[in-house]
């Protein structure tokens, strides 16, 4: 019949319109500090807000945490001198009975991260018997939680902070049921106290991306994550995007981030 394409005709064009390139895929320029929109991978996963924190996912996240600890590379400091070692708390709990990740802001008028969003911690001490007692010691002084509630899954690689002086562990770990405005707040180190569910934290309308041009450490992408009271981003969005890998993969599917190329996550 007249104006009926043959199969092998329809075949070769099939084949230049598959080679075509996806030019949607190509990454947005870098141009910080201006946030961008990270690509998210789409996969499927078992694990959900509803059974997050059960005892079978617990066991998975632990294991998680000390299979990766096998393979942790040790980090190079800035200089000979051993840097200084700090810790902090990744608290996920539940609030109102909803999964969720505690956050402090910082006051303002401090010398060190002055004005940020952390998660509680601190510099570690001559009588911390290793980095989570750390976290939860100053977890405990900061914020006013219950140290016997909390329960440590694992933590993660050092971290260098600004200028590669301190490194800082994350310590990954469920404080259970948290009613935020009982908690006895040390306002000399905590300006405000706020938490972000952990649905919206994989929620992928809330994810983000800054893309970063150091002197000496090239260039590299931190995660931004909105949703929340405050922005959460730099390293504290960092610690928490390697946390969400272990504890809700799937359910968090977040590009592999590109930080600070001197390091291989």
Known sequence: MAGVLDPDTLDSLDARINSVPDFSQRPLPATPPEIQRPKVKETKSHITVDNIFLAANVDRIKDAFLRSSKHTKRYP???DKTPKQAAVLVPFCLISGEPAVIFILRPGDLSNHGAEVCFPGGMVQSSDTDRAHT???ETV??????GNQISVWGQLPPIPGHNWQTFITPVVGYCGKVNLPTLRVNHKEVADLFSITVESLCNPVNLKYTRFRGTTTGSY???????GRYRVWGLTGMMLHLSLLHVAPGMYSFRKVDFLKRQSW
């Open 221 to 227: 992408t931190l995660p931004a994550f909105l949703g």
């Open 141 to 146: 002084e900061e914020i006013g939680l219950d």
């Open 135 to 137: 976290a939860i010691r």
């Open 77 to 79: 400091g800035s200089s």
